[in-house]
């Protein structure tokens, strides 16, 4: 495998590509978070005026990144506090568990409301 990435010329970042590889992941991720939740205020409003079948897609993809990336935040920082003596661990692993529970709810209410509104899954 190395020999193959050394073929392909990729290398490890270093930390100035490291935080120019972040921002860029900051922007995209913002912008992607902006885009749904006007997509989903749109379907919204489509469905007040003009009395049509709701999309639920833009609101499932919005929650559904919002949770990935508040559950990965949560793993990272357990992770990342692991061996330390002096943090408290238990905060981020109840916040976990709380988040985990939100998301099967939100999974199990999308699910509901696909079936209610007759989409086939």
């Not at 050394?6 to 970042?13: T, W």
């Not at 929650?63 to 559950?71: E, F, R, S, W």
Request: with cysteine; glycine share 2%; aromatic share 10%.
């Amino acid at each position: 495998m190395k020999h193959l990435l050394k073929k392909l010329k990729y290398r490890r970042p270093d930390e100035m590509e490291k935080a120019i590889l972040h921002q860029a992941q900051k922007n995209a991720y913002l912008f992607l978070i902006a885009a749904l939740l006007f997509w989903s205020l749109y379907e919204s409003y489509q469905v007040y005026h003009t009395h049509s079948r709701l999309n639920l897609l833009p609101c499932l993809l919005l929650v559904t990144a919002v949770i990935i990336q508040t559950l990965s935040q949560a793993i990272l920082t357990r992770n990342a506090v692991k061996g330390d003596i002096d943090a408290f661990e238990t905060e981020p692993f109840i916040k976990m568990i709380i988040i985990i529970c939100i998301a099967v709810s939100i999974i199990a209410t999308t699910v509901t409301a696909f079936i209610f509104t007759g989409v086939i899954l």
